[in-house]
């Protein structure tokens, strides 16, 4: 399929009038034809409008046509074919078979919602039927069932060019919400998401469904990402980004007449613990896997373990010297934008800066000009407990090792970190004592605690939790991945008393939807 450049407003293809964007190949410097002319407010203006204008009639899809969309979304991507991986691998630099395997999430996630979406389960039925004889008050019909919040924007990630950009975990949730989609395109990938934005129109119009249901816009943040969330038919925003990034577009949305949730995913440096009696029994292996993690994606992962705290003495010097070889070991990586990569050399120069701050190991450098050299440093906990700057992520290949005088202080450290995505510990029998000393200060600071795992790899799945306290994300009741996302773009509304005739389709005394309900107290399946 010919790029055109353009943005991609319900089924019309539109040109920009702002600066040029044009994606730059990381791996080799050249610049990717063609070039994307940046969108307006009043483009911002025509999406939100025929958003609006579709939000009625989408949110009142019958369960089997949404599901039947979100299936024809993921059948149009497959059809796209290798263009789709050849135009991802240019703009991210990214391996083959990792945007093979993201594709394949994509589109697994898409199948997934659309089984959610048929089951009905979100809809949450509650049903509590009239009392009119109770004492000493009747009780009227109440039932409540869930509804689409209205219009989402979704902010495209850049480090998952695929599963977290123009159809990934926020579009697919919010449109099994039953919410109109407003995609701003991430300026670093803007072909690949014109080829899966297409595929999206596409869908569109196989289903029959208002040219509204979705919309792509490339341009600057500062222009139409603010348009986007200030816009009063928007109700929702998703976001995966930066911490300032994310902030931002919280503050606008709170500053709106009528404030908005934001559902941002910004900065986690998911700290993993080396709990004494595993780090003795195993800290090479540790070692070498810690690393294994670590590399992945050239650690452009906000999962990435970018902090290993334990007991320090001869196990965890041994665990360092493991990981010292295999860092030393790792070949440099392209990352995924010149301006990401210079993110991370700032990092990483901020990091070793830092009094006190040892550097145990780099990785190889290579040829490219945007390629990421492994990091690995190490300090004492007393000096991570007194500098701010080193509990800042650095996004790339880069992690600290916090060296503790005994297990009260790896609470402490514990303690002291702010919000995560995730906290890994590892340990054995021996330490489930230890261990459950440190998960009730684990559960109140991350989203999802693992033991003996590494926290890289998010399994799409009904359990999952991709959230966790702030700046992890920007609402720790919620997750970015999984089924329970959907719960973000949806609100509970009570009717009372409506006649049979009023009632939505859910609601109905024969149940038509078939759907599993809550009647007075009691779960009918
Ligand atoms: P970003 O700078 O936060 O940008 C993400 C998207 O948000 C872009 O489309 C950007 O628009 C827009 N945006 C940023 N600030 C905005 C604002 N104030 N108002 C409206 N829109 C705004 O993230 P990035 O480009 O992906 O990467 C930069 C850094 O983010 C990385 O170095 C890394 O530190 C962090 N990051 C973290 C994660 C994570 O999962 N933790 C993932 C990706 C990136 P523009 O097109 O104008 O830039």
Redesign the pocket.
Known sequence: MALEGKLLIGQQAVTGTRKDIQATNPATGESLEPVYVGGDRSHVEQACTLAWDAFDTYRETSLDARATFLETIADEIEAIGSELIERAMAESGLPQARLEGERGRTCGQLRLFASVVRAGEWLDVRIDPAMPERQPLPRADLRQRHIALGPVAV?G???FPLAFSVAGGDTASALAAGCPVVV?G??AHPGTSELVGRAIQKAVKACNLPEGVFSLLFG???EI??ALVTDPRIQAVG????RS?GT??MRSAQDRPQPIPVYA????INPVFLLPEALKANSQALGEAFVGSLNMGAGQF?TSPGLVIAVKGADLESFTQAAQKAVEASGAQTMLTP??HS?YEKGVSALSGEANVREIARGQTGSGEYQCQTGLFATSASDFLASKVLQE?V?GASSLIIECQDMAEVKKVAEQLEGQLTATVHMNDADVETAKALVPTLERKAGRILANGWPTGVEVCHAMVHGGPYPSTSDSRTTSVGTAAIKRFLRPVCYQSLPEALLPEALKEANPLKVSRLVDGKREL
Do not use: Y
């Not at 976001?239 to 930066?242: D, I, P, Y």
């Not at 995913?265 to 986690?268: A, N």
């Open positions: 902010f990630a850049s480090n701003k991430h300026s600057a943040g500062n990402g603010q976001f995966t980004g930066s990034g931002a577009l995913e910004m900065s986690s906000c301006g990401i993110a992520e996004f």
